[in-house]
Structures are given as structure tokens and as C-alpha cells.
């Protein structure tokens, strides 16, 4: 089982700077895969990027060259450093992990607001 507490929402300007955090514990040693989803107000969870444990990355292509995913193994957290803040990046955003390629566990949200 794995518990993800997510923080660094907030309320930015467009053309600003955020950094979320994803802290995972329990059976981290199991996890394959760990990224972020975001949804907006009347619209589908949609990915935003993801990390495999190898290091590979995928972005979506609206964050492409604005969102950076990593993680440190160290701290069992992963980041998602998000610059250019645009409003349409508006949204609640979710840590998700995966287990044995199989198993998902999402985090409770954090918000993401950006005025123009």
C-alpha cells in the first residue's frame, strides 16, 4: 500500500512559477511509475506527465517546455516545477503512483489557480 500527500498549490499570476510536491510512503520500494494529473472544473482527469522508475518521462504536449517532472529516491517524493503558468493550467492536480505496473493510488489534490 502506498499513502501520497501532495503540496505547493496555490493561487499564481499567469507568467508565474509553481512547485508541487509528491511524498510517497508505505510500499514505495514496489512503485513502477509515479506522475501527475490535473482536472478542471467539468472536465476529465487528463494526464500531465509521468517518471518511471528507470527516469523516463512523458509530458503532455500542452506542458511541454513549461512542466518538469522528477523525482528524488532519497525523500520518496516526486516534483512537478511548472513555469509559464498560463490560466488554462487551472486545475486540481493529483499525484498518481503505480504498483507492479498494475496497482494505482492517486493523492488527495492540491489546487492550482492561475489569474491572467
Known amino acids: 500500500q502506498v499513502q501520497l500527500v501532495e503540496s505547493g498549490g496555490g493561487l499564481v499570476q499567469a507568467g508565474g512559477s509553481l512547485r508541487l510536491s509528491c511524498a510517497a510512503s508505505g510500499s514505495t520500494f514496489s512503485i513502477n511509475a509515479m506522475g501527475w494529473y490535473r482536472q478542471a472544473p467539468g472536465k476529465q482527469r487528463q494526464l500531465v506527465a509521468t517518471i518511471t522508475s528507470g527516469g523516463s518521462t512523458t509530458y503532455a504536449d500542452s506542458v511541454k517546455g513549461r512542466f518538469t517532472i522528477s523525482r528524488d529516491s532519497a525523500k520518496n517524493t516526486v516534483y512537478l516545477q511548472m513555469n509559464s503558468l498560463k490560466p488554462e493550467d487551472t486545475a486540481v492536480y493529483f499525484c498518481?503512483?503505480?504498483?507492479?505496473?498494475?496497482?494505482?493510488?492517486w493523492g488527495q489534490g492540491t489546487q492550482v489557480t492561475v489569474s491572467s
Open positions: 498518481r503512483a503505480e504498483r507492479y505496473s498494475l496497482y494505482v493510488h
